[in-house]
């Protein structure tokens, strides 16, 4: 952290982690001279940080795995440049940290040496992010048919009726497909990436997947350039069944018009009657 940072933590004060990620900011702010973000402020009025955003590296620090930090960056399209993750460190290090609110000597030491971590830029608890943060989504809306249940990430994604999805984030978006998709494709067994540096119109293909049932060529819901691919996936496309909506991404695209193209894509309640519809017409 050699640069003086904006400082993001979560608002989880109701939590033991979440007073250690307060604390871990504030210390930050004291010794490296960083500019705490207030996450409440943040979230009623983003134009009071639009400078310190801008001219400032962000480090968000979550205290639990909810990561309501990251959260509130990512729905505002805030590049992370790193980020602690409480829990995780405390799991790292073999630390049980004391209940209740009122920080004790294991955890007045696990922040201490966080911060130094951080500072130093040398801990596995700081991520440098190349692109912008994607994280798996936690709260989903379901469409039921039948004895099959599929799962729509309840924000923060676009839809077309393909059934394709894009999470975008900044100038960039992670396309893939969706949990109706994988379902109805049963054991995902091939993946054929995109190439590097293709530009994509909006409706072309992405990649494409294939199953003992079908082929499938990935539909783009956004248009832009294809900066990154999933080059996992080549070897074990199964991870699309087991998380479509995270691990499964196929492919990343630098935007090009994601104004224009939303005009054609559907929300997650748009969406889910589309997979209702054709749960009950793949049954006929």
């Known amino acids: 952290m050699n640069a003086k940072h904006a400082i993001l933590p979560c608002n989880g004060l109701d939590k033991n982690v979440g007073q ?50 990251t959260k509130l960056a990512n729905r505002l399209g805030l590049r992370i440049d790193e980020k602690v993750l409480v829990t995780d460190e405390a799991k790292e290090a073999g630390v049980t940290v004391e209940e209740g609110l009122t920080l004790g000597p294991i955890g007045l030491a696990l922040v201490a040496r966080l911060a130094a971590d951080v500072m130093a830029e040398t801990g596995p608890s700081v991520t440098q992010e190349s692109s912008a943060d994607f994280e798996t989504p936690v709260e989903f809306i379901t469409v039921t048919h039948d004895k099959y249940i599929f799962k729509i990430p309840a924000e923060g994604f676009h839809f077309n009726e393909n059934d394709c999805w894009a999470r975008v984030i900044g100038d960039r978006a992670r396309v893939g497909v969706s949990d109706y998709v994988q379902q109805s494709m049963t054991d995902i ?8 540096g293709a530009q994509i119109s909006q409706f072309d293909d992405v990649g494409s997947i294939e199953s003992a049932k079908a082929v499938m060529d ?23 069944n087991e998380d479509p909506y995270g691990k499964g991404w196929i492919a990343e695209l630098e935007l090009g018009d994601f104004e224009s193209d939303k005009e054609l894509l559907l929300t997650a309640e748009g969406y889910s009657p589309i997979v209702k519809k054709k749960a009950a017409e793949a049954q006929h």
């Open 189 to 196: 067994t091939f993946f054929e990436p995109p190439k590097l």
């Open 218 to 240: 990935a539909i783009s819901p956004v248009s832009g350039k294809v900066v990154a691919v999933n080059d996992e996936l080549v070897d074990r496309p199964e991870m699309i």
């Open 20 to 69: 250690l990620a307060r604390e871990l900011a504030l210390k930050l702010a004291a010794e490296a001279e960083g500019e705490i973000i207030c996450p409440v402020l943040l979230n009623t009025a983003p134009s009071r940080y639009e400078r310190v955003t801008a001219e400032m590296p962000l480090l968000v620090i979550d205290g639990c795995p909810t990561r309501c930090a």
